[in-house]
């Protein structure tokens, strides 16, 4: 009887160990497919990113040239180019993650089957090595077995005991592996439904890139003294905007509670860009001494540059102030789309001339967070970002009604000059 058991025991052993060594690659070769698959993908993916960098020289150069009804239509189509091609770039991203999840999903599948038989496995030996152990040395000796029988009975039940000892906490592996799987699996969706959202949010810009630029063809009649008669018009009214603002915000005193603003070089504030560039900076600049806008007053933020619909972050944690849009009011005259964020720390942020925003007032947000995409609304000669931090105790939103012939009443953030200060001291 114990003659059989032990065979019994050794031929389990054999086949769990060679189906244990197998891993079980149900879909070995589905899974080297879908890795081939992945690999082409993200050579496309490096592809379209080369091409991104050389339409991005090619919308600069369009600004560089100078504001004509023909520059503006090449910056047009080029931006629509740039936002094709981000579009084409995510749906790459996107076709990687679903094949991640493909990949992870058989991944998983394997794992499962592979505890599966594993436990059985398990169980079936050590219900025959607790069937073997039923029988006493004494009854062993005298079934009529010699010494040496004997003996080498009792070093294979052990060597079966050890080795089954080790598939347990090799089962205990498979199901960690498989653990941290389902965690890629989940990371890899919430990933897939950002891109998906991102997507949407893209489609929606390009859209409003075509549409501004029906209207410009359609306002200038496609004419380039049309043209140039609108561009007058416009910085006559951005001009007598920017003085009306100025007037205000100078009629505006406070003295700043040094106690509440947190002290320079902290870096309490994060870039708003995965990418960043300064086209200009805070205070007196070379370019604000030469616009009227800023009538000697200086920049109140510094601008960065960005391309339309690049993702725009959080700079803190904080409650959303308000959002905005200046364009429907007064055209190009101030901060176009714009959010602005209290990050209860004694600052606030505010973000301008954006293509979309993704945040509602009140609403809280993490540093770091999605709260829209860049632009070229309002006041901008071309695509940038600009970044503005200020004491919370100097600035608010606030009405301002215009008496610009054109433009009504807009809502903004609004403060003393000595409220705005230098975002460099806080990144």
């Known amino acids: ?29 589905s899974v080297d497919d879908l890795k081939a698959k992945i690999s082409s993908k993200n ?15 090619e919308v600069k150069n369009t600004q560089i040239t100078g504001q004509t009804l023909n520059t503006e239509l090449k910056q047009a189509d080029a931006i629509k180019k740039r936002l094709d091609v981000d579009i084409k770039l995510t749906i790459k991203k996107i076709d990687v993650t679903s094949l991640n999840i493909t990949s992870i999903e058989s991944n998983i599948v394997d794992k499962n089957a592979g505890i599966d038989s594993g436990q059985a496995g398990i169980s079936e030996s050590l219900r025959l090595i607790n069937e073997a152990e039923k029988y006493s040395l004494l009854e062993t000796i005298l079934s009529g077995a010699n010494l040496s029988t004997i003996w080498s009975q009792i070093s294979e039940l052990e060597t079966l005991q050890n080795e089954t000892a080790e598939h347990i906490q090799n089962l205990k592996f498979l199901k960690k592996e498989l653990q941290d799987n389902k965690i890629k699996l989940e990371t890899e969706r919430t990933v897939t439904a950002k891109l998906k ?6 489609r929606k810009i390009a859209l409003q890139t075509i549409q501004t630029k029906n209207k410009l063809i359609t306002d200038t009649k496609n004419k380039e003294s049309n043209f140039k008669k609108l561009l007058a018009e416009s910085e006559i009214r951005k001009a007598a905007v920017g003085s009306e603002l100025l007037q205000y915000e100078s009629e505006l005193k406070i003295t700043l509670d040094q106690s509440k603003i947190p002290v320079s070089g902290t870096k309490v504030l994060s870039w708003p860009l ?3 560039y300064i086209t200009q900076y805070f205070g007196l600049t070379e370019f604000s001494k030469t616009q009227p806008i800023y ?23 904080g409650i959303v102030l308000g ?6 009011i007064c055209y190009g005259a101030s901060y176009g789309k714009w959010i602005m964020i209290d990050h209860e720390n004694g600052l606030a942020t505010i973000y301008g001339h954006l293509s979309l925003s993704k945040v509602y007032q009140g609403q809280r947000v993490d540093r770091g967070e999605l709260i829209g995409y860049t632009g070229r609304s309002g006041y901008a000669i071309g695509p940038h970002l600009h970044f503005t931090v200020a004491a919370t105790q100097a600035i608010k939103i606030g009405n301002l009604k215009s008496k610009v012939k054109g433009c009504g009443t807009y809502t903004i953030p609004l403060g003393p000059f000595n409220g705005y200060l230098n ?3 806080y990144l």
Do not use: C
Request: proline content about 4%; overall charge negative; cysteine-free.
């Open 274 to 276: 995965d990418s960043t």
């Open 323 to 328: 959002t905005g849009d200046t364009d429907p």
């Open 197 to 202: 959202g991102q997507l949407a949010d893209q």
């Open 43 to 57: 050579d496309e993916i490096k592809n379209i990113e080369a091409e991104i960098n050389r339409l991005d020289k």
């Open 423 to 425: 975002p460099l001291l």
């Open 295 to 317: 009538n000697g007053r200086g920049h109140n933020g510094i601008d960065l540059r960005a391309s339309i619909g690049t993702a725009l972050r959080a700079s803190a944690a």
């Open 1 to 29: 009887m114990f003659y059989k058991i032990l065979i019994r025991l050794l031929i389990l052993l054999g086949v769990f160990t060679q189906l244990w060594n197998q891993n079980l690659p149900v879909h070995a070769q």
